[in-house]
Nanobody, 115 residues
Framework: QVQPVESGGGLVQAGGSLRLSCIAS????????MGWYRQAPGKQRELVAT???????YYPDSVKGRFAISRDNGKNTVYLQMNSLKPEDTAVYYC?????????WGQGTEVTVSS
């Protein structure tokens, strides 16, 4: 069983930065993918970034160049550095771990970007 736990959300002004962290408890070894999704009020959950166990990353166009995902395999931790934040980045951000054919979700951390 893997349990991701997010931290680092909060309130920030437009143009500011935040760094989210996610520690995944349990057995994480071999090939896996860690990542972040977000869900804004009234909208569908959307992918923000992913990183594989060999550090290949993916970003959708909406955050490319502003967000950076990284991981520390020794600590089972994934980070999301968010720069140049916009009000439309306001959402609950969820950490996700994909391993062994299973997907594990965290409870989410709220990010609010004021204009």
């Amino acid at each position: 069983q893997v349990q991701p736990v997010e931290s680092g959300g909060g309130l920030v002004q437009a143009g500011g930065s935040l760094r989210l962290s996610c520690i995944a408890s349990g057995s994480i070894f071999g090939g896996n993918v860690m990542g972040w999704y977000r869900q804004a009020p009234g909208k569908q959950r959307e992918l923000v970034a992913t990183i594989t166990s060999d550090n290949s990353t993916y970003y959708p166009d909406s955050v490319k160049g502003r967000f950076a995902i990284s991981r520390d395999n020794g600590k089972n931790t994934v980070y999301l550095q968010m720069n140049s934040l916009k009000p439309e980045d306001t959402a609950v951000y969820y950490c996700v771990v994909l391993i062994g054919g299973y997907t594990y979700w965290g409870q989410g951390t709220e990010v609010t970007v004021s204009s």
